[in-house]
Protein backbone atom coordinates (compact mmCIF):
# COMPACT_ATOMS: atom_id res chain seq x y z
CA UNK A 1 0.00 0.00 0.00
CA UNK A 2 0.80 3.61 -0.51
CA UNK A 3 2.94 5.41 1.95
CA UNK A 4 1.05 8.53 0.88
CA UNK A 5 -2.25 8.37 0.22
CA UNK A 6 -3.82 10.95 -1.81
CA UNK A 7 -8.01 11.65 -2.37
CA UNK A 8 -9.42 12.00 -4.29
CA UNK A 9 -7.54 10.47 -7.50
CA UNK A 10 -9.49 12.46 -10.12
CA UNK A 11 -11.53 15.70 -9.80
CA UNK A 12 -13.55 17.43 -12.60
CA UNK A 13 -14.88 20.88 -11.28
CA UNK A 14 -16.69 23.64 -13.15
CA UNK A 15 -14.63 26.77 -13.50
CA UNK A 16 -14.89 29.30 -10.27
CA UNK A 17 -15.69 26.15 -7.80
CA UNK A 18 -13.49 25.40 -4.73
CA UNK A 19 -11.96 22.11 -4.13
CA UNK A 20 -9.98 20.41 -1.85
CA UNK A 21 -6.94 17.66 -2.29
CA UNK A 22 -6.29 15.72 0.51
CA UNK A 23 -2.89 13.98 1.54
CA UNK A 24 -2.00 11.21 4.47
CA UNK A 25 0.63 9.66 5.36
CA UNK A 26 0.91 6.47 7.22
CA UNK A 27 4.37 7.32 8.14
CA UNK A 28 5.62 9.93 10.71
CA UNK A 29 6.79 12.68 8.54
CA UNK A 30 9.03 16.19 8.98
CA UNK A 31 8.21 17.88 5.91
CA UNK A 32 5.59 17.77 3.19
CA UNK A 33 5.80 19.26 -0.10
CA UNK A 34 2.81 20.13 -2.70
CA UNK A 35 3.76 20.09 -6.23
CA UNK A 36 1.95 20.45 -9.75
CA UNK A 37 2.30 18.54 -12.58
CA UNK A 38 1.33 18.94 -16.52
CA UNK A 39 0.33 15.98 -18.09
CA UNK A 40 3.69 14.25 -19.42
CA UNK A 41 6.12 17.16 -18.03
CA UNK A 42 8.20 18.16 -14.75
CA UNK A 43 6.67 18.93 -11.28
CA UNK A 44 6.73 22.36 -10.34
CA UNK A 45 7.26 23.19 -6.50
CA UNK A 46 4.08 24.96 -5.00
CA UNK A 47 4.64 25.13 -1.40
CA UNK A 48 6.83 23.03 1.76
CA UNK A 49 5.18 22.58 5.13
CA UNK A 50 7.35 22.28 8.00
CA UNK A 51 5.43 22.29 10.95
CA UNK A 52 1.95 21.19 12.42
CA UNK A 53 -0.74 23.65 11.82
CA UNK A 54 1.08 25.69 9.25
CA UNK A 55 -0.67 27.08 6.34
CA UNK A 56 0.77 28.85 3.42
CA UNK A 57 -1.09 30.57 0.64
CA UNK A 58 -0.14 31.39 -2.72
CA UNK A 59 -2.48 32.97 -5.38
CA UNK A 60 -5.43 30.97 -4.92
CA UNK A 61 -3.97 27.83 -3.56
CA UNK A 62 -3.77 27.34 0.50
CA UNK A 63 -1.98 24.36 1.91
CA UNK A 64 -2.03 23.41 5.65
CA UNK A 65 -0.58 20.72 8.00
CA UNK A 66 -2.39 18.72 10.46
CA UNK A 67 0.35 17.11 12.40
CA UNK A 68 -0.97 14.70 14.67
CA UNK A 69 -3.50 13.27 11.84
CA UNK A 70 -0.32 13.23 9.42
CA UNK A 71 -2.30 14.90 6.68
CA UNK A 72 -2.18 17.90 4.77
CA UNK A 73 -4.98 19.50 2.34
CA UNK A 74 -4.51 21.76 -0.38
CA UNK A 75 -7.18 23.93 -1.20
CA UNK A 76 -7.87 25.93 -4.35
CA UNK A 77 -10.36 28.83 -4.24
CA UNK A 78 -12.51 29.96 -7.21
CA UNK A 79 -10.48 27.09 -9.78
CA UNK A 80 -9.35 28.15 -13.03
CA UNK A 81 -8.83 26.39 -16.40
CA UNK A 82 -5.17 27.19 -15.36
CA UNK A 83 -5.52 25.30 -12.57
CA UNK A 84 -5.64 21.89 -14.30
CA UNK A 85 -3.15 19.24 -13.61
CA UNK A 86 -1.92 16.84 -11.53
CA UNK A 87 -1.22 17.56 -7.84
CA UNK A 88 1.49 15.88 -6.03
CA UNK A 89 2.05 15.50 -2.70
CA UNK A 90 5.59 14.58 -1.46
CA UNK A 91 6.92 13.95 1.87
CA UNK A 92 10.23 13.44 3.90
CA UNK A 93 9.47 10.33 6.64
CA UNK A 94 11.05 9.84 9.82
CA UNK A 95 13.74 6.96 8.68
CA UNK A 96 13.35 7.56 5.49
CA UNK A 97 16.41 7.73 3.07
CA UNK A 98 18.90 11.10 2.84
CA UNK A 99 17.71 13.09 -0.29
CA UNK A 100 14.33 10.76 -0.71
CA UNK A 101 10.77 12.23 -0.49
CA UNK A 102 8.18 9.49 -1.21
CA UNK A 103 5.12 10.64 -3.74
CA UNK A 104 1.37 9.97 -3.70
CA UNK A 105 0.04 8.49 -6.64
CA UNK A 106 -1.59 12.04 -7.37
CA UNK A 107 -4.98 13.86 -7.96
CA UNK A 108 -5.87 14.72 -11.81
CA UNK A 109 -7.68 18.10 -11.64
CA UNK A 110 -9.92 19.01 -14.76
CA UNK A 111 -11.52 22.37 -14.57
CA UNK A 112 -14.09 22.93 -17.15
CA UNK A 113 -14.82 26.66 -18.47
CA UNK B 1 17.78 31.08 -14.94
CA UNK B 2 17.49 28.26 -12.30
CA UNK B 3 17.11 24.70 -13.94
CA UNK B 4 17.60 21.28 -13.96
CA UNK B 5 17.89 20.19 -17.77
CA UNK B 6 17.35 16.42 -18.71
CA UNK B 7 18.16 14.96 -22.27
CA UNK B 8 16.44 14.06 -24.81
CA UNK B 9 12.90 14.27 -23.86
CA UNK B 10 11.83 11.67 -25.87
CA UNK B 11 13.45 8.04 -26.92
CA UNK B 12 12.15 4.75 -28.55
CA UNK B 13 14.96 2.09 -28.32
CA UNK B 14 15.08 -1.52 -28.55
CA UNK B 15 15.76 -4.11 -26.39
CA UNK B 16 19.49 -4.45 -25.32
CA UNK B 17 20.29 -1.33 -27.14
CA UNK B 18 22.71 0.93 -24.48
CA UNK B 19 21.35 4.78 -23.43
CA UNK B 20 22.15 7.34 -21.47
CA UNK B 21 19.90 9.91 -20.23
CA UNK B 22 22.16 13.08 -19.22
CA UNK B 23 21.14 15.54 -16.49
CA UNK B 24 22.33 18.82 -15.57
CA UNK B 25 21.39 20.96 -13.27
CA UNK B 26 22.97 25.01 -13.01
CA UNK B 27 22.09 26.03 -9.33
CA UNK B 28 25.05 23.91 -7.25
CA UNK B 29 23.17 21.80 -5.71
CA UNK B 30 24.73 18.76 -3.72
CA UNK B 31 21.65 16.68 -3.92
CA UNK B 32 20.58 14.78 -6.53
CA UNK B 33 18.36 11.78 -8.09
CA UNK B 34 16.64 10.04 -10.47
CA UNK B 35 12.89 8.99 -10.57
CA UNK B 36 10.96 6.82 -13.10
CA UNK B 37 6.93 7.45 -12.86
CA UNK B 38 4.62 5.07 -14.07
CA UNK B 39 0.18 4.83 -13.99
CA UNK B 40 -0.81 3.55 -10.43
CA UNK B 41 2.86 3.39 -8.69
CA UNK B 42 3.31 7.19 -8.47
CA UNK B 43 7.33 8.63 -8.39
CA UNK B 44 9.61 5.98 -7.28
CA UNK B 45 13.28 7.02 -6.93
CA UNK B 46 15.71 5.02 -8.97
CA UNK B 47 19.17 6.17 -7.66
CA UNK B 48 20.43 9.14 -5.75
CA UNK B 49 23.77 11.07 -5.37
CA UNK B 50 24.90 13.01 -2.02
CA UNK B 51 28.04 14.75 -3.69
CA UNK B 52 30.43 14.46 -6.44
CA UNK B 53 31.87 10.40 -6.57
CA UNK B 54 28.63 9.72 -3.68
CA UNK B 55 25.71 7.32 -5.23
CA UNK B 56 23.27 4.88 -3.38
CA UNK B 57 20.52 3.33 -4.31
CA UNK B 58 17.08 4.07 -4.55
CA UNK B 59 13.53 1.95 -3.94
CA UNK B 60 14.31 0.58 -7.55
CA UNK B 61 17.51 0.27 -8.91
CA UNK B 62 17.77 -2.94 -10.94
CA UNK B 63 18.97 -2.76 -14.20
CA UNK B 64 20.23 1.33 -14.01
CA UNK B 65 23.25 3.08 -13.27
CA UNK B 66 24.44 6.04 -12.43
CA UNK B 67 27.61 8.31 -11.96
CA UNK B 68 28.67 11.66 -10.47
CA UNK B 69 31.75 12.67 -11.80
CA UNK B 70 30.87 16.29 -11.94
CA UNK B 71 28.57 18.16 -9.26
CA UNK B 72 26.36 19.75 -12.20
CA UNK B 73 25.27 16.35 -14.14
CA UNK B 74 23.93 13.07 -12.90
CA UNK B 75 23.32 11.04 -15.73
CA UNK B 76 21.29 7.90 -15.57
CA UNK B 77 22.62 4.74 -17.80
CA UNK B 78 20.32 1.62 -18.65
CA UNK B 79 23.60 -0.80 -19.64
CA UNK B 80 20.42 -3.29 -21.25
CA UNK B 81 17.39 -1.65 -21.42
CA UNK B 82 14.22 -4.10 -21.60
CA UNK B 83 10.38 -3.19 -22.00
CA UNK B 84 9.49 -2.90 -18.33
CA UNK B 85 12.08 0.21 -18.20
CA UNK B 86 9.44 2.25 -20.52
CA UNK B 87 8.82 4.83 -18.07
CA UNK B 88 8.78 8.79 -17.35
CA UNK B 89 12.01 9.91 -15.85
CA UNK B 90 12.74 12.33 -13.75
CA UNK B 91 15.73 14.26 -12.73
CA UNK B 92 15.57 16.66 -9.67
CA UNK B 93 18.47 18.35 -7.62
CA UNK B 94 17.91 19.90 -4.00
CA UNK B 95 20.51 21.74 -1.83
CA UNK B 96 20.09 18.93 0.89
CA UNK B 97 18.61 16.06 1.86
CA UNK B 98 16.34 14.90 4.03
CA UNK B 99 16.65 14.14 7.68
CA UNK B 100 16.27 15.75 10.94
CA UNK B 101 13.13 17.14 13.00
CA UNK B 102 10.58 19.55 12.36
CA UNK B 103 11.19 22.89 11.15
CA UNK B 104 14.76 21.89 9.53
CA UNK B 105 13.42 19.79 7.00
CA UNK B 106 14.67 21.68 3.51
CA UNK B 107 14.67 18.78 0.91
CA UNK B 108 13.09 20.79 -1.51
CA UNK B 109 13.40 19.13 -5.34
CA UNK B 110 13.77 20.77 -8.30
CA UNK B 111 12.25 18.16 -11.28
CA UNK B 112 13.46 18.57 -14.87
CA UNK B 113 10.93 18.55 -17.56
CA UNK B 114 10.94 15.02 -17.85
CA UNK B 115 12.10 12.07 -20.22
CA UNK B 116 9.75 9.58 -22.09
CA UNK B 117 11.30 6.28 -22.72
CA UNK B 118 9.84 3.41 -24.87
CA UNK B 119 11.36 0.21 -25.10
CA UNK B 120 10.60 -2.15 -27.53
Known amino acids: SQELEQSPQSLIVQEGKNLTINCTSSKTLYGLYWYKQKYGEGLIFLMM?????EEKSHEKITAKLDEKKQQSSLHITASQPSHAGIYLC?????????????FGTGTLLAVQP | EAQVTQNPRYLITVTGKKLTVTCSQNMNHEYMSWYRQDPGLGLRQIYY???????DKGDVPEGYKVSRKEKRNFPLILESPSPNQTSLYFCASSLRGAGGAWGVAKNIQYFGAGTRLSVL
Open chain 1, 90 to 102: GADIIGGATNKLI
Open chain 2, 49 to 55: SMNVEVT
Open chain 1, 49 to 53: LQKGG
